[in-house]
């Protein structure tokens, strides 16, 4: 396993007690490896997951793989950041960041609440709309809100959910198809 | 024709969120009331009445309360800018949310302190005064007890949407009453 220092600055060391969903999703869906994470409002991992796509397949299943995931998640949110300083200026502002950069293989789709959570989205280079990774996204969002709603829900405390798990799942499903 | 009937529903599932069934489920407002005020008592006779210990227990669960419904209602929204529409969501959209209606009169004074003002607050529209309100003294006692919930709610609600500040509450006559909001 490699070693991987910067991530510390932002996000604790990786353990599964504090990402217990760091790992790859064993069922396969058609369309492209997609990996969810949600972030808090101090810039805290609270949830990865990631879903490999059916082009990816075995090969690709290695925990290599779930931090360069996690590396790229832990990038985006310096863009994130970014595009949230350049929308202020003119229309109103919306959740859904759009692309915030493309690597070469990833594409990272970023989404900002009102409460500061913020939302990623790793896709790898397949061609997809934006329009369906907003409908991915806002619905990662409403199941983040029926979480919140549970009045045994730490505020700033990994996600850790069967309900939400359920939830990203059908809906990375459904943006499969 | 049942496939696409099974895919609408699966589509109205996803864009509500997990629940069990799609029609709300309602409560009777008098239920709410009596909760805070159940609350209330509890807390202060659970301390010395009016020590900081009971207020304290109020305002947390408050501000829970408060973070809590803040993040249902914002979903849909668009993103809230600084902190002056921050306000004004406040006062005119989450408090209809809450208490049935807007804020009668907002001030400020530009240097972070917001005066929000509501001529007939809900949850204070059922306390009977036995004299003149300004002279009675218990009364003054539990109006500001009853306010401390309401306080804490629209802290966590600011908190949680990045404006952090303190709250304060004060009803020279109830059920008229004016939260301070005082930005740190």
Redesign the interface.
Known sequence: VVQLPSLAIRFPPISSACCPHLGWCRMAQAGPACSIAVIG?ASQPLYLRSFPGALTGKEAMDSQAAYRIHLVAHCALDSLEEKVLQK?VGE????FLGLLYPTEEHKVYGY?????IKLLAVLDNAVVKDEAVRVLL??V??????L??NPF?I?GAPLSSS?FD??VE??VT?FGR | PQQQQQQQQQQQQLQQGPSKSTVPRLCSEVCLELLAGEAVRHFSEGHAAGSPAAAACLDSMGARIGRQLVERHTRDRPRLGDTMEIIKYICKEFWPFLFKRTIDNLRTNHRGVFVMQDNSFRWLQRLAPRGPPAQDEAMQKLVAQQLLLPCGILRGALCHLGVICTVDAESSAPPRCSFTVRLQ
């Open positions: 409002s202020r109103p502002a919306d959740c900002l609440t009102n409460s500061g806002k619905r969002h409403a199941a983040y809100a029926h919140a709603s829900f505020f309900k359920a939830a059908t809906a459904a």
